[in-house]
T-cell receptor
Framework: GAVVSQHPSWVICKSGTSVKIECRSLDFQATTMFWYRQFPKQSLMLMATSNEGSKATYEQGVEKDKFLINHASLTLSTLTVTSAHPEDSSFYIC????????????FGPGTRLTVL | GQQVMQIPQYQHVQEGEDFTTYCNSS?????IQWYKQRPGGHPVFLIQ?????EVKKQKRLTFQFGEAKKNSSLHITATQTTDVGTYFC??????????FGGGTRLMVKP
């Protein structure tokens, strides 16, 4: 069964509004979670690393004020796309590592964001 | 920065034919992982390779990690329509984040 959940699975919003996406690890704790963005038929681009209890680490070129990340608990990280615009439309996927030595990333099912 | 290149970008095969995707890193990796993403789905972990020259098999899938730990390959023997999807490699340098290759999209004609 799924070990990482994401909510919502899809969202359509008007330009200028903010959208919050939740990523939850099920049955395990994740001090670190990762947020990716994927455009159609393209690879995963790491946006940021979410750290429980501390600030997120953003990849170069990702606006931290636009993509707000909060990792308030060991099982929940949220990504808020603020003042969304059509160019923010994309597939957003989170992942969390489970198990120490294997360091396997378990991905959430993704959230498809469409900004009108 | 670290780059992970994957080829080919696309591959059409007839069902029953073999398929191989190659992954090359500009730097030595501590490990490499392979993922499969079905159309409309999310990436699913397949395997992790850690040792130089390592070869692992999963049924019809064979994964190799190069001796220099800078390249890897995934070979599928006798493809089936269920193999359709995009295969991503993801390399990690010691202490660093995973860097994903561009993916190889496999299409299988029945």
């Amino acid at each position: 069964g799924a070990v990482v959940s994401q909510h919502p699975s899809w969202v359509i919003c008007k330009s200028g509004t903010s959208v919050k996406i939740e990523c939850r690890s099920l049955d395990f704790q994740a001090t670190t979670m990762f947020w990716y963005r994927q455009f159609p038929k393209q690879s995963l681009m790491l946006m940021a690393t979410s750290n429980e209890g501390s600030k997120a680490t953003y990849e170069q070129g990702v606006e931290k004020d636009k993509f707000l990340i909060n990792h308030a608990s060991l099982t929940l990280s949220t990504l808020t796309v603020t003042s969304a615009h059509p160019e923010d439309s994309s597939f957003y996927i989170c992942s969390a590592p489970r198990g120490g030595h294997t360091d396997t990333q378990y991905f959430g099912p993704g959230t498809r964001l469409t900004v009108l | 920065g670290q780059q992970v290149m994957q080829i080919p970008q696309y591959q059409h095969v007839q069902e029953g034919e073999d398929f191989t995707t190659y992954c090359n890193s500009s730097t030595t990796l501590s490990n490499i992982q392979w993922y499969k993403q079905r159309p409309g789905g999310h990436p699913v972990f397949l395997i992790q390779l850690v040792k130089s020259g390592e070869v692992k098999k999963q049924k019809r899938l064979t994964f190799q990690f190069g001796e220099a730990k800078k390249n890897s390959s995934l070979h599928i023997t006798a493809t089936q329509t269920t193999d359709v999807g995009t295969y991503f490699c993801a390399g990690r340098r010691a202490g660093n984040m995973l860097t994903f290759g561009g993916g190889t999209r496999l299409m299988v004609k029945p």
